[in-house]
């Protein structure tokens, strides 16, 4: 979590370059940020609390500086506030970090004894502390830099000033994502290209523990030997329309539109023609006898549709997993269990920490993963990619939804090795596929959720019911609500909530049941039928062809009938809509909600 930028150039640039690219990067974190911007060999620091917006409104438009450093900030250490927003800054050192200083606190303890006063409570300043004493000691800023990194427990990247070459800007990284850029006049590095991607689109990597120099006449890169590294840069992946909110109120509404493309373009990523194109495109599952699906948020929901899918088409057990915690419980794992990441920035602590555990246990590890080039992509022994392209809107969407169509596609392959799979079924869901994506897409154009989202508004507790694979929509309905209105929710497993957590049900108690499993129709009625009994005002979310007046409710959401092994996919529409539609009314900030960051590189 947190961005940085820093640029240096050989003529004066606008403050603006830092603080557009700050921008790009708010989805890191929002807390507050800074920018360090060297002019005439001056340095002057511009801190706030708060968003980017705060500080762009207090800087002079006319500002410039030929190199600079920017951070915006998604709190650990210390309150978010003016004085714990970075750069930090101690004698010789001024840097901006990403990432986390576990051992900041022996750190500064050790340091206040040496007579350091520290003005913040981060864990930044301490590792300001570190690099000014190794520079004292050695003189030298590469080894000086190293030796740091040698005393400093954690994750970072960090972008350096020296006081005596204000010039120069050095970086190093590990466990935390840095990307170099290179312009006509001015080179960048920043958390992710978007943030200088106006500028250029000429992208190098940074490997972990290298060093970077950027300066007038170029970037030079030091691997942990001390020597320089050859690299060339290539052509950034992204695209400058994708980073633009195209018409759209907001990223989130941007992103729920752009789902029946994204569900295009990865279906057919893995099947051209049919689903035996599987073959060629996943690797043989045939050893595996069971799998378990890891992840965070709403990665895990995706999982617990792959556990179900999994289970109900391929008969294959299957688990799913939170992340921080399977990667503590010292789980049995043997060779023919395959265990599937799944994460939408590649980043995610917990999960990537789960990651590396199984492949220091020798077991089958598959990633299934957004953003490529990112740690898990890179480390996992098969790599899956979701093929959503860059999600911005901190509450997840199209990234989702393409995680479960990547998930559908592993079960059904695996279905078809245990010949599970009837040629008819296989030709009916080829057939689904086909007509998914126009489908999506008129179902966004066409529901209204206005009704809903006028009740829930007003209501401070709002429960979401399912069985099965509707209990995972569920969830993943809830947590879409809670994260972009603030209204609390809970989902339930329909046939539960009376164990417990019925009495919390009083007059007019909102409530979504989702029916789309014809089996389970009548026992998810009862449920409902149960709070509606206890004063609730129920909502049906419901398959089309399930409903049939058998029940009353305050509004009925028709969800389309697709086969089985799709219909996650639509069926979360109609929650998205819902989520933003109600964060709308009360006025949030849908794209970057409060305490939350896109990519959560903290346990
Ligand atoms: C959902 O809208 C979230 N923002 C969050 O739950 C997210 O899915 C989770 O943090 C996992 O992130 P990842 O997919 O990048 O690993």
Known sequence: MCGI???????????????????????????????????????????????????????????????????????THGEPNDVNAHPHQIERVTLVHNGIIENSHELRKFYEMQGVTFKTETDTEVACAVLNDCMNKTNNKIEAIQKACTILKGSYAFGIFFDDELDKIYAIRKDSPLLLGEGKNIVFLASDCSAFLETTNRVLELNE?????????????????????????????????????????????????????????????????????????????????????????????????????????????????????????????????AVVFISQSGETADTLAALRMCNEKGIDTFAIVNVLGSSLAKEAKVFLPTLAGKEISVATTKA??????????????????????????????????????????????????????????????????????????????????????YIHSEAYAAGELKHGTISLIEKDTPVITCITNPDLVLKSISNTKEVETRGAKVFLLIREDLYSNLMDASAVILLPKVHDVLQGIVSILPYQL??????????????????????????
């Open 5 to 75: 930028i820093g640029f240096v150039s050989s003529e004066n640039t606008k403050a603006a370059v830092l603080i557009e690219g700050l921008k790009k990067l708010e989805y890191r974190g929002y807390d507050s940020c800074g920018i360090a911007l060297v002019h005439n060999q001056e340095m002057a620091l511009y801190k706030t609390k708060g968003k980017v917006k705060v500080l762009e409104d207090k800087l002079d438009k006319s500002l410039e500086g030929t190199s600079g450093l920017a951070h915006t900030r998604w709190a």
């Open 578 to 603: 819902l989520a933003y539609t109600v964060a709308k009314k009360l006025g949030c900030d849908i794209d970057q909600p409060r305490n939350l960051a896109k990519s959560v590189t903290v346990e």
């Open 209 to 337: 523990n290298e060093i970077a120099i950027l300066d007038v006449t170029g970037i030079t890169i030091i691997d942990e030997e001390g020597n320089e590294v050859k690299r060339e840069s290539k052509e950034a992946t992204l695209s400058l329309e994708e980073i633009q909110k195209d018409g759209y109120d907001t990223f989130l509404m941007k992103e729920i539109h752009e789902e029946p493309m994204v569900i295009k373009k990865t279906f057919h990523h893995y099947m051209k023609k049919s689903l035996t194109d599987l073959n060629d495109t996943m690797p043989s599952l045939k050893k595996y006898k069971r799998f378990v699906f890891v992840g965070c948020g709403s990665a895990y929901h995706a999982g617990m549709i792959a556990k179900t899918l999994m289970e109900q088409k391929a008969r294959v057990i299957s688990s799913t997993e939170l992340a921080s915690e399977f990667r503590y419980s010292n789980p049995i794992l043997d060779d023919d269990t």
């Open 400 to 485: 989702y939804c393409s995680q479960v169509a990547v998930l559908s596609l592993l079960c059904l392959k695996k279905a078809m090795e245990e010949n599970k799979l009837s040629r008819e079924e296989k030709l009916a869901i080829e057939n689904e596929i086909e007509r998914l994506p126009l489908l999506m897409k008129k179902y966004i154009n066409q529901t209204s959720v206005e009704k809903i989202a006028d009740t829930i508004q007003h209501h401070n507790h709002v429960f979401f019911l399912g069985r099965g694979l509707d209990y995972a929509l569920s969830l993943e309905g809830s947590l879409k609500l809670k994260e972009i209105s």
